[in-house]
């Protein structure tokens, strides 16, 4: 028989849930601070605000809001040098992917200058606020009228933006000059008009993004980022030019390096969330892997392993794991997709002869793993660039034909071996880096003919 203790266990059992619950539930706008090689100390937030000190350079500020009511966040800083810090206004992102909508009104600094913190300043045709920066710009906006449910805090203009679609101001900060910075925040009534679209099956967000796509992209849309190598440059060069042919359109991002593994994409990546002016963390045209996945709403997130590597499944964790983990945080809204890579052609003097491995011995394992990680990172699809290749070879119709044993310096340019129906390369001139062309051997990268099939892939 329980006794009353228990009962009061009991009891206090289902409050610390009921508690926990209500924790959870909690909304929360979020300021990021990041100086841009100037290092910035948090410091005390007397609104309540959880500060986390990311890095030496970077601090995030969260603070619950509530809808329909204006509540003031602050936060205080204190620069370690002369120098910008950027300010970023954008909402929580949820662990259940959900992007939280928020308001903000009446930005004040003290021991820095902010330019239209109030939000009242016109704000230009594409209806982004005077005087700030944006990323994703799309559904973010500035709302201008004193409507009466949803009002601005002070004027007659606030702002809505979302973890993704987010604004950012740089400010000039002084050594040792604390900077005090305090904003009005509440739950955006977007947000709960999207919970609500969702909610009655209303395809509203389609339609508002279709209303605000830029003239410029006829069709549909698709935005793509490729992490990978020069397989999937090679695998994407005609893409643009074929979803143009069709009436569409495509905005191809690239986080790609030659020869790239899946370790080296992740290890660069944490070498930026460690120190992000650290030049190394910035390996794509100067951009980090992080600065990509948020430059954008992207709709897809590729992944690949060096093909070398491919056939080893081990060479694939826990980094596909770790980079997927990392995609779903900056870009939650993406599907992951696997880019298989292909297998080399049966004349290679590398890989297959060296490790006497067939071509479909190759094909076979790397199709293998690419399927096994597929599975275990939760991806939404493959992408069988390296089946498509495979397929094509066994064909009768498109058996490679190539001789063996090619002795270079017999052929003298432009004159080339025979290798009918080669999905690669293989033989070429090439005038790189050189004042005579010379002939050149690479058994492994698209030419024209399997770029096109790449492509349709
Ligand atoms: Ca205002």
Redesign the pocket.
Known sequence: MPTRKHCFVAIGLVLLVARASDLKAQDKARIDLKGDKTAIKAGASDTGAKITQKSQNVIYCEQAVTAGKWEKFALTFTPEADGKVDVMLRGEFQANGVQLWIDY??LELAGATIVNG???QKADPANVPAGWQFKSWGKSKVVRGKDESHP???????VVVSHVNCIWQTLDVKKDQAVTLTVYARLSASDAQDAQDAASGEKKDEKKMQATKPKSYPGKLVRILLIGNSYSQNASEYLPALVESQGNSLVLGHAEIGGCSLEKHWTLAQKFEANPSDFQGKPYSKRSLRELLESDTWDIVTLQQHSWLSRDLKTYRPFAANLAAYIRKYAPQAKILVHETWAYRTDDMGLLKKTHTTQEQMYQALHDAYQVIAKEIEADRIIPTGTAFQNARQDPRWKLEVPDNVDPSAYKYPDLPVQKHSLVLGWAWSKKGKATPQLIYDPKHCNAASKYLAAVV
């Open positions: 009104d009446k109030d939000f009242e601005p805090h002070s004027g007659e203009a606030y």
